[in-house]
């Protein structure tokens, strides 16, 4: 099984697939569009963890700037119903701290945020995760833009939750998200939500 890969990198394709040359062979790798972007320069050498899957028909290799994030991707893909491309997807959307925190909190709209993934996977998989990831005891905590550490109360999931019960959409949520705080006041971040979302930013 191929564990890791340190080579040149050829090619970095729309489809968030590496080409990475070593002595002379290429391996095409699949990974998230951040890996993607901050793996390395073309023509420049690279370090790629991969999770090698072999089946019948086709051997893939999936890559990770860290251990950690192979490690998540194969506690999701060992989940009931999650295969190497949702695994891949998910950790697309949320990085593996991000996904701790989402199931520490039972955060089941934070999971709903991946393409394909419905309310009832969503409470299935916080369910399951939570036996197979390594989850800290006691409150998560985050790192905010300062590099501060924040202790998670949960303000980031009751901000989703009251977003999806005025009406607005998972794509118009996320969005918003991605530009407020991670933790803080619920009621201030609902208004500072809603003005964001009302003049378009």
């Given amino acids: 099984m191929i564990g890791s890969l340190r080579g040149t990198l050829l090619d970095r394709g729309h489809d968030a697939e590496l080409l990475v040359e070593v002595n002379g062979v290429g391996y095409r790798v699949q990974v998230t569009p951040s890996t993607a972007v901050m793996i390395g320069e073309i023509d420049g050498e690279v370090f790629v963890h991969t999770h090698h899957a ?21 506690s999701l893909i060992s989940a009931h119903g999650v295969g190497p491309a949702l695994g891949l997807a998910i950790l697309s959307v949320h990085g593996p701290d991000a996904l701790r925190v ?46 501060g550490a924040v202790a998670s109360n ?13 009406g607005y959409g998972v794509d118009e949520i996320h969005g918003v998200l991605s530009g407020l705080p991670a933790e803080g006041d619920t009621g201030e971040l609902l208004k500072e939500a809603l003005r964001r979302l009302a003049s378009g930013v």
């Avoid at 072999?54 to 194969?74: H, K, M, N, Q, W």
């Avoid at 996977?121 to 399951?128: H, W």
């Avoid at 949960?154 to 005025?166: I, N, P, S, W, Y």
């Fill in 54 to 74: 072999v089946r019948e028909d086709s051997e893939t290799l999936y890559g990770f700037a860290t251990v950690d994030e192979r490690r998540i991707f194969e």
């Fill in 102 to 147: 989402a199931v520490a909190e039972d955060d089941v709209a934070a999971l709903c945020l991946v393409p394909g993934v419905g309310k009832k996977t969503a409470a299935r998989l916080v369910m399951e995760l939570k036996s197979k990831l390594d989850l800290p005891d006691g409150p998560v905590i985050t790192i905010d833009d300062a590099g």
């Fill in 154 to 166: 949960g303000a980031r999931a009751d901000l989703r939750a009251a977003l999806e019960g005025l």
